[in-house]
């Protein structure tokens, strides 16, 4: 295994000049600093990262700031579960996840959430930026010395180290496809735009809508706010089946999806209009099981989870360059290709 020694007898210099390559200690000429790097990279040389955190005792402090877990019907479980699993595999790098939990649906950020985020002394942040006007404000304010890494949304005009999302354009054209391909040629769609709006639920139905134009269809957006009035659900669907008598198909965007199921089929809407959405939580699952929905769109939150704290890891404790933005796929989910190892598809979460 190549060693800190091996190095410097490549480079001709000493320990103490390749350690201080290593780890930006101290000044080192140009040229010295070349042979070494040049020597580190000939022979893939990787540090001892375990040993080196517990000899110096330091312990890496990753803060993850998201909504409350049971939040939209679930969701936020999941990617809170690739961040323990994460966590789990790299506790013996002394790595540890500290959860920062806020109200999607609330009146803002409380006045103390940044605070008590500081109050953590982070190595690092995992964040899903989505309440777009607070983050921006914080996040412009953020020491440069604390990398951030977005997963869900991204916030234009901001630096994080990494972003982690699915392209959210793309994912409201693949709705607007599918419904076309099962919606008859003269009916309209209505889009179901849940509240509050953040970045990439706007892009979604961006690219919702620029789909179903070129295609020549009527689509009409519609706002209800269904984190803080479940009611607002069924004025909006009141509202489609009396202006559009047409109506074909409905696209929900985000994980709420099985909420607009649940009124369709209690309103006793017939014919059933088509219905598109995202993420594989448990009630979407039974209504896509029982046909009140037709596709579910992953965006695999739990893999977002994971991957953000690996990315911070890369870049805090290995001293890696990370990816500058990760690419989730559009995966399409049916009844006939959903997994039959779903935990309890008929509970709501």
């Avoid at 007898?9 to 201080?20: K, L, P």
């Avoid at 312990?59 to 700031?65: A, L, Q, T």
């Avoid at 489609?240 to 099985?258: E, I, K, M, S």
Wanted: aromatic share 8%; glycine share 8%; charged share 25%.
């Amino acid at each position: 295994m190549t060693t800190i020694r091996h190095i410097a007898e490549i480079a001709g210099v000493s320990i103490g000049t390749v350690d201080r390559v290593l780890h930006g200690r101290g000044k080192v000429a140009q040229a010295t600093e070349a042979r070494v790097r040049r020597a580190i990279a000939e022979t893939a040389y990787k540090p001892n990262v375990f040993a080196r955190t517990l000899k110096l005792g330091r312990r890496f402090r990753f803060g993850v700031v998201m909504p409350y877990p049971e939040q939209d019907g679930g969701y936020w479980r999941l990617p809170l579960h690739g961040v323990e699993r994460a966590g789990r595999e790299l506790a013996s790098q002394k790595v540890e996840t500290i959860p920062l939990f806020f109200d999607k649906y609330g009146d803002g950020l409380p006045g103390d959430f940044f605070g008590r985020i500081a109050d953590t002394k982070p190595d690092g942040l995992l964040v899903a930026p989505i309440l777009t006007r607070h983050f921006i404000d914080f996040f412009s304010s953020l020491p440069d010395r604390i990398p951030y890494v977005f997963f869900d949304s991204d916030l234009p005009g901001l630096h994080p180290l990494c972003v982690i999302t699915q392209n959210a354009h793309r994912s409201g054209r693949l709705a607007a496809e599918l419904l076309s391909k099962i919606m008859r040629e003269e009916t309209e769609v209505a889009v179901v735009k849940v509240m509050p709006d953040d970045y990439h639920l706007a892009a979604r139905v961006e690219g919702f809508l620029a789909y179903m134009a070129s295609a020549g269809r009527r689509a009409h957006v519609h706002e209800a706010e269904i984190g803080r009035d479940p009611d607002s659900i069924h004025r909006v669907l009141s509202v489609c089946r009396t202006r559009y008598p047409r109506l074909g198909g409905l696209f929900v965007t985000n994980a709420l999806t099985y909420r607009v199921a649940q009124a369709v089929d209690r309103m006793q809407m017939h014919p059933r209009p088509a219905l598109v959405g995202y993420d594989l939580i448990q009630a979407n699952a039974g209504w896509l099981q029982r046909g009140g929905i037709d596709f579910i769109i992953s965006q695999q939150p739990e893999m977002q989870g994971y991957l953000g704290i690996r990315q911070l890891y890369r870049h805090v404790v290995l001293n890696e360059p990370p990816d500058a933005r990760v690419s989730i796929p559009l995966d399409i989910i049916t009844r006939e290709n959903m997994s039959r190892n779903t935990e309890n598809p008929d509970k709501e979460g």
